[in-house]
């Protein structure tokens, strides 16, 4: 926090009253703090942001009604470059078109770690790797706030599904939650100063996030050094005078009075400490202060921009196979297939949702390639005569490139997806045109990881990605070969999504999420317990070819030293990347974690030396504290997790780790077939807590209108009330706009409701249909 705001605060608030104070904690309305003009108080503006600037004027109708705004690609592929230096540029543009519009804080990015292939907003995130989401996220960080706007890192913490993320527990144990899930935010927090941290909508072991006192005071402040502010999602305060004492600064959105009310009584009581209230008040006004400019509509450069939004998404197209057929012959004839090519599916659905001013498409760029529309963008359902149009065409070309991928109402904000399968018309397609033309090139357009049943049928497959509002462009760029591809996966591809270790105790229908696979996420479980995956972490092909050699491992100042030369034709970029497989014994580890890694840009016949730092973190566990641990480690070299070039060794001073007597025979130690609750209770050293699912008589604030209108009358009536006026808004129940908005209201916890209605749910008619719904009446208390 700049020490001018935070003195000129301290002097502000100490004028303030009592109820100005708990006023100041709770949002003026949905994108604004309170002003106190009068008293030196500006209102800070804040807006979503991870991709692109939404910012939404007073009046808006919807989540899609936004300012025009640079549609950048989504997170995901931006990630796929592993790139910092170009992520922090894009950082830097959206930052650039906040201060354009007067927005002071952008919420982004999240850095949720993907631990399952399912969840509804991967896209929105980095990685299932935390060294590479905190790597790309402290960059992201940089370039907005070197614009003058303030970065809001989220969702903090755990916060891994969409299903009943206003009410789920995640219960893990505290290594598993240093070392994955904790440690990217940690990164950020230390080397990039965020302004501000949002917390997740779940309970973490029991305690909502926005009142956790463990996660925001012990570790967030008084462990990192964290002096900003902490804001909740939108909805999630859950007690605000615990939150209060817990370190949470602002409930977001604003409009009712219900929280301050809250608050107040706590104090009365003696239960919240006044001055708890004047830090959070200190910390907000100094933040307004910082950002009470206003608009600046000369600080952005909206072509510039899209130029930056293009080398992003042409950096994050990741090969997955190629047999030669790319790039394109100059003068192929190129039958385009798949409607996806007209209508692309650019960006993820939800908060991020950004209202892109121009969007390209590859019909558009190439009229010139025959088209055949193969199926229905919107629903991914196809006909037979679709189908036979799109092998005709096929079979009049060179070359057949089909795009195909996820449709907004599959892959969003808000719910979860069932499987990992492409929509099934889509499939028929793509196997139909392989068979018609075997140089059948298929394009992905999705922010996850799908099953790819025809694969070994066609000629290459080129991801794509979300790839933002100029994506098509740089698809295009990749095919005809003016971009060679650089983009490496920054997630597993597995072959099903229940090869992943969380499943069975993820999603729905679970009221908690028990975190049993511990440490062992993504490739660090995959690689360890030796299960094939269709696509490996780090992987991604190029149009040239490149040769590791000379491999030096410096033990003084743990770096790996070593030569990458591009033994092709055309120039290209290369992700060199160094795991390390640690000493064994000690506790239960993965068998190799990503260490470092170094982007290198090479001419033909060119050869570079590249040095790469070994990250201290994958070098230690979280025993109570971080502890480096000792003794001889493999240092594995190459262009993914499992295409390994070099290999050399590391001795690193120190001791080892005891292994507790409690993993013996565990899971943890075999890593065969799936952890099981009394495996969880040795990793959690204490009971795992009881999942008790409501009913009638149970319902409480946590649970939803939907959940509680099977048994409800009233609450039938109030649910089916609300969601029809939500799918009137938008004209289509299957628009994901509208899916994630229905989620976020009458199936998100009454107390999200009432948090996000802005008094139009009073606190006391919401108590009123708990009461009918528990089968009794509405003005029971108790």
């Given at each position: 926090?700049?020490?001018?705001?935070?003195?000129?605060?301290?002097?502000?608030?100490?004028?303030?009253?009592?109820?100005?104070?708990?006023?100041?904690?709770?949002?003026?309305?949905?994108?604004?703090t309170?002003?106190?003009?009068?008293?030196?108080?500006?209102?800070?503006?804040?807006?979503?942001?991870?991709?692109?600037?939404?910012?939404q004027?007073?009046?808006?109708?919807?989540?899609?009604?936004?300012?025009?705004?640079?549609?950048?690609?989504?997170?995901?592929?931006?990630?796929?470059?592993?790139?910092?230096?170009?992520?922090?540029?894009?950082?830097?543009?959206?930052g650039?078109?906040a201060?354009?519009?007067?927005?002071?804080?952008?919420?982004?990015?999240?850095?949720?770690?993907?631990?399952?292939p399912?969840?509804?907003?991967?896209?929105?995130?980095?990685?299932?790797?935390?060294?590479?989401?905190?790597?790309?996220?402290?960059?992201?960080?940089?370039?907005?706030?070197?614009?003058?706007?303030?970065?809001?890192?989220?969702?903090?913490?755990?916060?891994?599904?969409?299903?009943r993320?206003?009410?789920?527990?995640s219960?893990?144990?505290?290594?598993?939650?240093r070392?994955?899930?904790?440690?990217?935010?940690?990164?950020?927090v230390?080397?990039?100063?965020?302004?501000?941290?949002?917390?997740?909508?779940?309970?973490?072991n029991?305690?909502?996030?926005?009142?956790?006192?463990?996660?925001?005071?012990?570790?967030?402040?008084?462990?990192?050094?964290?002096?900003?502010?902490?804001?909740?999602?939108?909805?999630?305060?859950?007690?605000?005078?615990?939150?209060?004492?817990?370190?949470?600064?602002?409930?977001?959105?604003?409009?009712?009075?219900?929280?301050?009310?809250?608050?107040?009584?706590?104090?009365?009581?003696?239960?919240?400490?006044?001055?708890?209230?004047?830090?959070?008040?200190?910390?907000?006004?100094?933040?307004?202060?910082?950002?009470?400019?206003?608009?600046?509509?000369?600080?952005?450069?909206?072509?510039?921009?899209?130029?930056?939004?293009?080398?992003?998404?042409a950096?994050?197209?990741?090969?997955?196979?190629?047999?030669?057929?790319?790039?394109?012959?100059?003068?192929?004839?190129?039958?385009?297939?798949?409607?996806?090519?007209?209508?692309?599916?650019?960006?993820?659905?939800g908060?991020?949702?950004?209202?892109?001013?121009?969007?390209a498409?590859m019909?558009?760029?190439?009229?010139?390639?025959?088209?055949?529309?193969?199926?229905?963008?919107r629903?991914?359902r196809?006909?037979?005569?679709?189908v036979?149009?799109?092998?005709?065409?096929?079979?009049?070309?060179?070359?057949?490139?089909?795009?195909?991928?996820?449709?907004?109402?599959?892959?969003?904000?808000?719910?979860?997806?069932?499987?990992?399968?492409?929509?099934?018309?889509?499939?028929?397609?793509?196997?139909?045109?392989?068979q018609?033309?075997?140089?059948?090139?298929?394009?992905?357009?999705?922010g996850?990881?799908?099953?790819?049943?025809?694969?070994?049928?066609?000629?290459?497959?080129?991801?794509?990605?979300?790839?933002?509002?100029?994506?098509a462009?740089?698809?295009?760029d990749?095919?005809?070969?003016?971009?060679?591809?650089?983009?490496?996966?920054?997630?597993?591809?597995?072959?099903?999504?229940?090869?992943?270790?969380?499943?069975g105790?993820?999603?729905?229908?679970?009221?908690?999420?028990?975190?049993?696979?511990?440490?062992?996420?993504?490739?660090?479980?995959?690689?360890?317990?030796?299960?094939?995956?269709a696509?490996?972490?780090?992987?991604?092909?190029?149009?040239?070819?490149?040769?590791?050699?000379?491999?030096?491992?410096?033990?003084?100042?743990?770096?790996?030293?070593?030569?990458?030369t591009?033994?092709?034709?055309?120039?290209?970029?290369?992700?060199?990347?160094?795991?390390?497989?640690?000493?064994?014994?000690?506790?239960?580890?993965?068998?190799?974690?990503?260490?470092?890694?170094?982007?290198?840009?090479?001419a033909p016949?060119?050869?570079?030396?590249?040095?790469?730092?070994?990250?201290?973190?994958?070098?230690?566990?979280?025993?109570?504290?971080?502890?480096?641990?000792?003794?001889?480690?493999?240092v594995?070299?190459?262009?993914?997790?499992?295409?390994?070039?070099?290999?050399?060794?590391?001795?690193?001073?120190?001791k080892?780790?005891?292994?507790?007597?409690?993993?013996?025979?565990?899971w943890?130690?075999?890593?065969?077939?799936?952890?099981?609750?009394?495996?969880?209770?040795a990793?959690?050293?204490?009971?795992?807590?009881?999942?008790?699912?409501?009913?009638?008589?149970?319902?409480?604030?946590?649970?939803?209108?939907?959940?509680m209108?099977q048994?409800?009358?009233?609450?039938?009536?109030?649910?089916?009330?609300?969601?029809?006026?939500?799918?009137?808004?938008?004209?289509?129940?299957?628009?994901?706009?509208?899916?994630?908005?229905?989620?976020?209201?009458?199936?998100?916890?009454?107390?999200?409701?009432?948090?996000?209605?802005g008094?139009?749910?009073?606190?006391?008619?919401?108590?009123?249909?708990?009461?009918?719904?528990?089968?009794?009446?509405?003005?029971?208390?108790?």
């Open positions: 926090m700049d020490a001018r705001y935070a003195d000129a605060a301290e002097k502000i608030v100490a004028k303030l009253d009592r109820d100005r104070l708990l006023d100041l904690g709770v949002g003026a309305d949905f994108w604004h309170r002003a106190y003009p009068e008293a030196g108080v500006p209102a800070l503006a804040v807006s979503d942001g991870p991709s692109g600037l939404r910012h004027r007073p009046g808006a109708r919807d989540m899609a009604d936004s300012e025009p705004a640079t549609c950048f690609p989504a997170l995901a592929t931006a990630a796929a470059t592993w790139d910092p230096e170009l992520v922090e540029r894009m950082g830097a543009a959206i650039s078109e201060r354009a519009q007067g927005v002071g804080v952008v919420l982004g990015p999240g850095l949720n770690i993907k631990r399952s399912l969840c509804g907003r991967n896209f929105e995130y980095f990685s299932e790797d935390p060294l590479l989401a905190g790597t790309l996220a402290t960059s992201h960080v940089r370039g907005v706030q070197s614009t003058g706007v303030g970065s809001c890192i989220k969702h903090f913490a755990v916060n891994s599904q969409e299903y993320r206003f009410g789920n527990d219960v893990v144990d505290e290594r598993t939650l070392e994955i899930y904790l440690r990217a935010f940690e990164m950020v230390r080397d990039a100063r965020p302004q501000m941290v949002m917390s997740a909508y779940v309970m973490l029991g305690v909502y996030c926005s009142d956790n006192r463990h996660l925001l005071r012990d570790i967030l402040r008084d462990e990192w050094g964290f002096d900003g502010v902490v804001v909740t999602d939108w909805g999630g305060m859950h007690d605000r005078a615990a939150a209060y004492e817990a370190g949470c600064d602002l409930a977001m959105p604003g409009g009712g009075t219900h929280l301050q009310r809250r608050a107040a009584t706590a104090l009365d009581s003696g239960t919240l400490r006044e001055g708890r209230v004047r830090e959070s008040a200190r910390r907000l006004v100094a933040l307004a202060m910082a950002h009470a400019g206003g608009a600046d509509p000369a600080a952005t450069d909206v072509a510039a921009n899209r130029e930056v939004a293009r080398h992003v998404a950096e994050g197209h990741v090969l997955l196979a190629n047999d030669g057929t790319l790039p394109l012959a100059a003068g192929a004839r190129v039958a385009l297939i798949g409607q996806m090519a007209e209508r692309p599916r650019y960006q993820g659905g908060s991020s949702h950004i209202n892109a001013r121009r969007v498409t019909r558009g760029l190439r009229p010139g390639w025959s088209y055949a529309a193969g199926y229905d963008a629903t991914g196809t006909t037979r005569a679709r036979e149009e799109a092998v005709r065409a096929a079979r009049e070309a060179d070359v057949a490139v089909v795009v195909v991928g996820l449709p907004e109402a599959i892959e969003s904000e808000g719910y979860d997806r069932a499987d990992m399968r492409l929509p099934g018309g889509m499939n028929r397609l793509v196997a139909a045109v392989a018609a033309n075997p140089r059948t090139v298929v394009v992905l357009q999705c996850s990881p799908v099953e790819l049943p025809w694969e070994k049928d066609v000629a290459a497959v080129l991801c794509a990605g979300l790839g933002g509002e100029a994506g462009e740089a698809t295009v990749v095919l005809e070969g003016a971009a060679n591809p650089s983009g490496k996966l920054p997630e597993t591809w597995p072959l099903h999504a229940d090869d992943a270790p969380c499943a105790c993820w999603g729905e229908p679970h009221r908690q999420s028990q975190y049993r696979e511990g440490v062992f996420v993504g490739y660090r479980y995959y690689q360890t317990a030796g299960v094939p995956v696509h490996c972490f780090g992987h991604g092909l190029s149009y040239t070819s490149f040769a590791y050699g000379a491999l030096a491992v410096d033990a003084a100042s743990r770096t790996a030293s070593f030569d990458v591009n033994v092709g034709g055309v120039a290209g970029a290369e992700v060199a990347q160094v795991y390390v497989e640690p000493p064994a014994g000690g506790l239960p580890h993965p068998r190799v974690q990503l260490a470092g890694f170094a982007r290198v840009e090479l016949g060119e050869t570079r030396r590249v040095s790469v730092a070994l990250d201290r973190g994958s070098l230690s566990v979280w025993d109570g504290a971080w502890k480096l641990v000792g003794g001889t480690y493999q594995l070299v190459g262009s993914s997790v499992e295409d390994v070039r070099l290999r050399g060794a590391l001795d690193v001073a120190g080892g780790i005891a292994a507790p007597g409690k993993f013996a025979g565990t943890y130690r075999s890593l065969e077939g799936r952890p099981t609750e009394e495996d969880f209770r990793l959690l050293g204490r009971p795992v807590p009881s999942e008790t699912h409501h009913a009638r008589g149970t319902y409480d604030e946590t649970d939803s209108l939907l959940e209108a048994t409800s009358a009233a609450c039938r009536f109030v649910a089916n009330r609300i969601k029809g006026s939500v799918e009137r808004q938008y004209g289509d129940p299957m628009d994901p706009q509208c899916r994630m908005s229905i989620a976020s209201s009458v199936g998100c916890a009454l107390f999200g409701l009432v948090n996000c209605s008094g139009a749910l009073p606190a006391g008619v919401a108590r009123a249909l708990l009461n009918l719904a528990n089968g009794r009446a509405p003005w029971h208390r108790g």
